[in-house]
């Protein structure tokens, strides 16, 4: 069990430009959340799916920000005309699917936006 | 909302000294996860635990959810224990299962 992969591990980008990031969930996870980590914000909620369908996406910015989950073996996160506040570790996390499951998280993503 | 509310912010110790964690939170909790991480390092969840006390190793966690608190007792503190220590806890609103994060305590084990 390799665990929640999360790749890039590193991204830098210009500001405007696009970032996409990827996450594996453990097999035979069906739910998968998205969580930021900042210093100044600590962290921070995104959204989640369960078995792939969008449950709760509160935590999202409302603009420039998406998420899908095409297969139950990957979902992204992406975003668009990326912006220096966007600057953070971009967490991934799964857990079976059933009430009150742990949630086990990836490394995350460190998103640097010049 | 729940608010997640941890103390103290830091701790500092010798090694072999114990440490006890505070995690309190406003609302009630069915969810709640106990989580170590190391500078740098991805979140490991230490213990599940939304009621009652779980033992593993030199770690103990004890959640009394009428009380809305938890804590995560660390007995002979190595150095290898430091890094940060979060408490997570569910919305309890709608079934949602995200979890809202407490800010952390840093713990720092000097030898």
């Known amino acids: 069990n390799a665990g929640v992969i999360q790749t890039p591990r590193h991204k830098v980008t210009g500001k405007g430009q696009e970032a996409t990031l990827w996450c594996e969930p453990i097999s035979g996870h069906s739910a998968v959340f998205w969580y930021r980590q900042t210093i100044v914000q600590g962290l921070e909620f995104l959204t989640y799916?369960?078995?792939?369908?969008?449950?709760?996406d509160s935590g999202m910015p409302k603009e420039r920000f998406s998420a899908q989950m095409p297969n139950q073996s990957h979902s992204t996160l992406k975003i668009q005309s990326t912006q220096p506040q966007d600057s953070a570790v971009y967490l991934c996390?799964?857990?079976?699917?059933?009430?009150?499951?742990?949630?086990?998280f990836g490394p995350g993503t460190r998103l640097t936006v010049l | 909302g729940q608010q997640v509310q941890q103390s103290p912010a830091s701790l500092v110790l010798q090694e072999g000294e114990n440490a006890e964690l505070q995690c309190n939170f406003s609302s009630t909790a069915t969810r709640l996860q106990w989580f170590y991480q190391h500078p740098g390092g991805r979140l490991v969840s230490l213990f599940y635990?939304?009621?009652g006390t779980k033992h593993t190793g030199r770690l103990t966690s004890t959640t009394v959810t009428n009380e809305r608190r938890s804590s995560l007792h660390i007995s002979s503190s190595q150095t290898t224990d430091s890094g940060t220590y979060f408490c997570?806890?569910?919305?309890?609103?709608?079934?949602?299962?995200?979890?809202?994060f407490g800010e952390g305590t840093k713990l720092t084990v000097s030898s």
């Open positions: 996390a799964s857990s079976l699917d059933r009430n009150y499951a742990e949630q086990f």
């Open positions: 635990n939304p009621s």
């Open positions: 997570a806890i569910d919305q309890n609103q709608g079934g949602s299962a995200k979890l809202i």
């Open positions: 799916f369960r078995n792939q369908a969008p449950i709760d």
